[in-house]
């Protein structure tokens, strides 16, 4: 990091990923003092991966809080930003790349509805992507449905920018919601019903080998061409991926390409305060650009909507639908990424909304899709 300071105490603290250091939010156990000030550990963005041993090696670096604010973390290689057209396809479900799994963390806490994590991939640099765009995973076995092939492809939204958690374009991440199967009748869990491929990807351990195709995609990629546009994204779960990896070319990363200068609001829909993913990091952007970047969540199972029902992402966008009328009317992109029952009860809040305001949704619909300012990735 250009921004180092170095020479003011020679320290070896605890060596701690990107990924968990979002986890602790900057716990206590991070912080050192010297000089009376406060100082924070912070991993570097070199990543030195040996896969004959499950440690993988940070430079570690000391930097005062101020800094850790206002300075951005270099990227590298700066040749991703020369394409003038997305990757798309370069590795398909007949001839996949095989790229090896760094880490798997778990992202929720104890009183989460299920298990989410955090998968960070090592493709060396020979699978590229765009933010926005998507991993297709072949997970290992047969295809129960046609034996003697492998499993259907099962597309992921990449959670990282084109430079990966480790900032050097060699790894991209995941978010996966373990999917568990609970028969109705008993109440335990069926796991021969299980995702194949959610829980394969969630068992996975550092080191171990893992079948990629794509990247797919183009509808989510992040519009660069005005970087004081403003950006509105609205996700549940882990439908958050791709506003993960456009919040961190943001906020995040120098690149000298792309300098956010816009809005970028994100609402967030879990089911309650441990469901939040990535929660520490959004945080942080909010306290450093506080003029850029709004952050609402919508906790269903702890708050409760002006009718006193359970709270949704829906229910947050008509409390601000005002103000998304007039973004979206002044030239504003409208994000929606997570599972496809999200949607119609948001489109009926929007239609809501807009009737009354004396608008037909039908024809503001229409015209959002023409001007490209719509774009939608459900599964």
Same mark, same amino acid.
């Given at each position: 990091?250009?921004h180092?300071?170095?020479?003011?105490? !020679?320290?070896?603290?605890s060596v701690?990923?990107?990924a968990?250091?979002?986890k602790?939010?900057?716990?206590?156990?991070?912080?050192?003092?010297f000089?009376?000030?406060l100082?924070? &550990?912070?991993? !570097?963005?070199?990543?030195? !991966?040996?896969?004959?041993? &499950?440690?993988?090696?940070?430079?570690?670096? !000391?930097?005062? $809080?101020?800094?850790?604010?206002r300075s951005?973390?270099? $990227?590298?290689?700066?040749?991703?930003?020369?394409?003038n057209?997305?990757?798309?396809?370069?590795y398909?479900?007949?001839?996949?790349?095989?790229?090896?799994?760094?880490?798997?963390?778990?992202?929720?806490?104890p009183?989460?509805?299920g298990?989410t994590?955090?998968?960070?991939?090592?493709?060396?640099?020979? $699978?590229?992507?765009?933010?926005?765009?998507?991993?297709?995973?072949?997970?290992p076995?047969?295809n129960p449905?046609k034996?003697g092939?492998?499993?259907n $492809?099962?597309l992921?939204?990449?959670?990282?920018?084109?430079?990966?958690?480790?900032?050097?374009?060699?790894?991209?991440s995941?978010?996966?919601?373990?999917?568990?199967?609970?028969?109705?009748?008993?109440?335990?869990?069926d #796991?021969?019903?299980?995702?194949?491929?959610?829980?394969?990807?969630?068992?996975?351990?550092?080191?171990?080998?893992?079948?990629?195709?794509?990247?797919?995609?183009?509808?989510?990629?992040? #519009?660069?061409g005005?970087?004081n546009?403003?950006?509105i994204?609205?996700?549940?779960?882990?439908?958050?991926?791709?506003?993960?990896?456009?919040?961190?070319?943001?906020?995040?990363e120098?690149?000298? &390409?792309?300098?956010? %200068?816009?809005?970028a609001?994100?609402?967030?829909?879990?089911?309650?305060?441990?469901?939040?993913?990535y929660d520490?990091e959004?945080?942080?952007?909010?306290?450093?650009?506080?003029?850029?970047?709004r952050?609402?969540?919508?906790?269903s199972?702890?708050q409760?909507?002006?009718?006193? %029902?359970?709270?949704?992402?829906?229910?947050?966008?008509?409390e601000?639908?005002?103000?998304?009328?007039?973004?979206?009317?002044?030239g504003?992109?409208?994000?929606?990424?997570?599972?496809? %029952?999200?949607?119609?009860?948001?489109?009926?809040?929007?239609?809501?909304?807009?009737?009354?305001? %004396?608008e037909?949704?039908?024809?503001?619909?229409?015209?959002?899709?023409?001007?490209?300012?719509?774009?939608?990735?459900?599964?």
């Open positions: 990091m250009a180092a300071l170095g020479a003011r105490a !020679s320290v070896s603290p701690r990923t990107d968990s250091l979002r602790t939010g900057f716990k206590d156990h991070n912080k050192l003092r000089d009376n000030k100082w924070i &550990t912070l991993s !570097s963005v070199n990543l030195k !991966s040996r896969y004959s041993s &499950t440690k993988y090696q940070f430079k570690v670096m !000391s930097m005062s $809080v101020q800094q850790a604010v951005k973390i270099p $990227v590298q290689p700066l040749e991703l930003e020369n394409a057209e997305p990757p798309l396809n370069l398909k479900p007949k001839e996949p790349y095989t790229a090896t799994i760094v880490s798997v963390e778990r992202l929720v806490g009183k989460a509805p298990e994590c955090h998968i960070v991939i090592d493709h060396g640099g020979n $699978v590229p992507y765009w933010e926005g765009q998507s991993y297709g995973i072949i997970p076995g047969e449905k034996p092939s492998p499993h $492809v099962r992921y939204s990449i959670a990282s920018t084109r430079y990966g958690d480790s900032f050097d374009g060699k790894t991209a995941l978010c996966v919601r373990r999917a568990i199967y609970y028969d109705p009748e008993t109440g335990k869990e #796991p021969s019903k299980n995702g194949t491929c959610s829980n394969f990807l969630c068992n996975s351990k550092p080191g171990d080998k893992i079948q990629l195709t794509g990247p797919s995609g183009k509808i989510m990629l992040l #519009p660069e005005d970087p546009a403003t950006h994204m609205i996700a549940t779960g882990t439908g958050v991926a791709p506003f993960r990896g456009y919040l961190r070319r943001m906020f995040m120098a690149v000298t &390409t792309y300098k956010f %200068g816009g809005l609001w994100l609402f967030l829909g879990v089911a309650n305060t441990d469901s939040l993913l520490a959004f945080s942080s952007y909010l306290k450093d650009y506080p003029d850029n970047f952050y609402d969540k919508a906790l199972r702890e409760k909507n002006k009718n006193g %029902g359970k709270m949704y992402v829906q229910d947050k966008i008509e601000y639908s005002d103000e998304i009328f007039k973004l979206l009317d002044g504003a992109h409208i994000y929606f990424c997570g599972l496809k %029952g999200m949607m119609p009860g948001i489109q009926d809040t929007l239609k809501r909304v807009a009737e009354q305001r %004396g037909s949704w039908d024809a503001k619909l229409s015209q959002l899709k023409k001007n490209k300012q719509w774009h939608v990735e459900v599964y």
